[in-house]
């Protein structure tokens, strides 16, 4: 399995990006697709997460603000992130797992400024 992230970028507060991941390979396997993040100093955070059955989760900072969704079509998750807040800056990072493995994409940076 491959991911390969885009869409990150610099953004003011109150403002909306959209992460791409498109996904490649085995993708049969995979049970779940996230996003995380991780800002310096701090601890990789889920931020979401989508089943293969399409159930969702949020981390509670994002609930409300950040909606993850797949295209099977086109094999990519994305994560429209709105009104952005100055804390969700990170890398933010896809997330597959399957049974035997988990699979991480390179990340795409997230800046938003005050």
């Not at 800056?89 to 896809?94: D, F, G, K, Q, R």
């Not at 797992?97 to 990340?107: F, I, L, N, P, S």
Request: glycine share 10%; proline share 2%.
């Amino acid at each position: 399995v491959q991911l390969v992230e885009s869409g990150g970028g610099s953004v003011q507060a109150g403002g909306s990006l959209r992460l791409s991941c498109a996904v490649s390979g085995s993708i049969f396997s995979i049970n779940v697709m996230g996003w995380y993040r991780q800002a310096p100093g701090n601890q990789r955070e889920l931020v979401a997460d989508i089943t293969s059955s399409g159930s969702t989760y949020y981390v509670d900072s994002v609930k409300g603000r950040f909606t993850i969704s797949r295209d099977s079509a086109k094999n990519t998750v994305y994560l429209q992130m709105n009104t952005l807040k100055p804390e969700d800056t990170a890398v933010y990072l896809c997330h597959a797992k399957t049974v035997w493995h988990d699979y991480w994409g390179q990340g795409t940076q997230v800046t938003v400024s005050s």
